[in-house]
């Protein structure tokens, strides 16, 4: 099984991810914009968007073969979305990857929560008109997710809920 966390800035994705994988047991994909972010100083081109969906991807695809149960810190829809709103559109081969891509279930983290200030994110104020994008992403391309929501304690109890239906 696979879980991919996404959704918009300080919505609760790397603390839930990293619960889901040492709750479970299961192989954690960190989110390799973050690193690759630090590494550079938190500068970056257009190119380097396209690198970090290559790589975030690849990282998915390595513990996919690794491991049976995988939870992934985003996917490829975060930097699709990114680059929406930074460069405003879309890479092509991005687009159809992950339109694509039928494996998974997204659990979209509702941004319910006070934004932590952190130097490598830049949407402190529009994280519900972003949250929605995400909703509609999902909802028109038919991918499985479900909404988290709620302070860390009920989301947990969502992920148990929802874990020991599948």
Known sequence: MKIIITGPESS???????????????????EFAREYLKQNDGKYLEHDLILMALLQNWEEKCASERCENVVCDTDILTIIIWQLEKYRHIDDALWKHWNNKQEGWYLLCKPDMPWEED?????????????????????????KFTIISGPLESRKDQVIQLLSVK
């Open 12 to 30: 609760g994705k790397t603390t839930l991810a990293s619960w889901i994988a040492l709750e479970y047991q299961w192989c954690l994909v960190p």
């Open 119 to 143: 130097p490598l994110r830049e949407n402190p104020y529009d994280r519900d008109r972003l949250f929605d994008m995400y909703h509609q992403y999902l909802l028109d391309h038919n991918k």
